[in-house]
């Protein structure tokens, strides 16, 4: 079992940045990738970062230029640092990971933009 929690989310105006952090303990060996994505109300389930053991990452356009993943393997951690913040961010975020894609998520962090 793995098991992963997340922290860092909050309120922010429009612009402005937050840093996710998800710390991952339980089966880590077989956790080779890892992501975030998110939910908002009435929209579809979204994954806005994944990066891989080997380091390569992979986000959407809607994302891309303004989140960053990161992982430190010393600490067992993910890292999302969103920068540029816009309204339509605003979403409750997971963690998750897994052998080739993540299939175990965290319980989630709420992140709201103001504008």
């Known amino acids: 079992q793995v098991q992963l929690v997340e922290s860092g989310g909050g309120l922010v105006q429009a612009g402005g940045s937050l840093r996710l952090s998800c710390v991952v303990s339980g089966s880590i060996s077989s956790i080779n990738a890892m992501g975030w994505r998110r939910q908002a109300p009435g929209k579809q389930r979204e994954l806005v970062a994944l990066v891989q053991s080997s380091g390569a990452t992979n986000y959407p356009d809607s994302v891309k230029g303004r989140f960053t993943i990161s992982r430190d393997n010393t600490k067992n951690t993910v890292y999302l640092q969103m920068n540029s913040l816009k309204p339509e961010d605003t979403a409750v975020y997971y963690c998750?990971?897994?052998?080739?894609?993540?299939?175990?998520w965290g319980q989630g962090t709420q992140v709201t933009v103001s504008s």
């Open positions: 998750g990971g897994g052998r080739y894609f993540p299939t175990y």
